[in-house]
């Protein structure tokens, strides 16, 4: 149930700006829900505690923004188009910002990936026609000891 709920999850966030164009992959750290992405690409306890981690860093840098966001609403005159365009200016490099910080922590969260769970990652993007991040994956030891 969880794999289906995810595979929609990206269908539903890679569709929604038209297929024709290869828009990253975001892995959607600090968007999706935690436990999906745990779930989804079975991370182990250690790959589980760092991507959550990574899920607070987001949501907190993106807290900033978003008060930034705000006192600028607030602050900013808004009588003349020219006054709104200098203001929609002024959220656009804000929104970039975001943009920027989700792409840095879906990354950073991919390099904890072993071989198989980058692939699946992989598989999930070309199902969605979207553009993945390239990273190299982490190799993990074995926690099976050889017979």
């Known amino acids: 149930m969880a794999r289906f709920y995810c595979l929609t999850l990206f269908v539903c966030l890679f569709f929604a700006n038209g297929i024709l164009a290869q828009e ?29 981690n990574y ?3 987001l949501k907190y840098r993106n ?3 978003n008060n930034q966001a705000e006192n600028i609403l607030k602050r900013h ?3 003349t188009a ?3 365009m200098v203001l929609a200016e002024k959220y656009n490099v804000i929104r970039d910002s975001m943009a920027r910080i989700q792409r840095m922590i879906d990354i950073k969260t991919l390099r904890l990936f072993n071989k198989n769970q980058y692939q ?12 993945p991040f390239k990273v190299i994956p982490t190799s993990y030891q074995d926690s099976i000891p050889p017979k």
């Open 120 to 131: 699946r990652y992989l598989a999930l993007c070309n199902e969605a026609y979207r553009q």
């Open 82 to 84: 020219a006054e709104l």
């Open 55 to 57: 899920s607070a860093e």
């Open 77 to 79: 005159p808004q009588s």
């Open 24 to 52: 990253d992959c975001i892995l959607g750290v600090g968007i999706s829900e935690d436990e999906t992405i745990i779930d989804v690409f079975q991370l182990n306890e250690e790959q589980a505690e760092q991507m959550i």
């Open 63 to 65: 807290e900033l923004l």
